[in-house]
């Protein structure tokens, strides 16, 4: 079984700064893309930003150049820095790991975190 743990989320004024981290653990041979969506109340989770096993990054254009996705491939962990915080970025963030299980399959499979909340007060 894969485990994601996510940690990092919290209170913070508009204008302040989060930190958030995830660790996939478990039966794990590689990992692929790692991703951070969000899901605000009544409505859908939607993608934050992606980066994969090489580097390449992906980010909503609501997050460009506020938000910073990065990884430790060593440490199968995830980590977004979010800056410049908005009232409009509250929601529970959710982080997603594309895992091969079993080595020479090259197949991933999609697993998720359980969701940290982030609140930004105006």
């Known amino acids: 079984q894969v485990q994601l743990v996510e940690s990092g989320g919290g209170l913070v004024q508009a204008g302040g700064s989060l930190r958030l981290s995830c660790a996939a653990s478990?039966?794990?041979?590689?990992?692929?893309?790692m991703g951070w969506y969000r899901q605000a109340p009544g409505k859908k989770r939607e993608l934050v930003a992606t980066?994969?096993?090489?580097?390449?990054?992906n980010y909503a254009d609501s997050v460009k150049g506020r938000f910073t996705i990065s990884r430790d491939n060593a440490k199968n962990t995830v980590y977004l820095q979010m800056n410049s915080l908005k009232p409009e970025d509250t929601a529970v963030y959710y982080c997603n790991a594309m895992v091969m299980k079993v080595a020479g399959t090259r197949r991933f499979d999609g697993y998720w975190g359980q969701g940290t909340q982030v609140t930004v007060s105006s």
């Open positions: 478990g039966s794990i041979f590689s990992v692929g893309t």
């Open positions: 980066i994969g096993s090489g580097g390449s990054i």
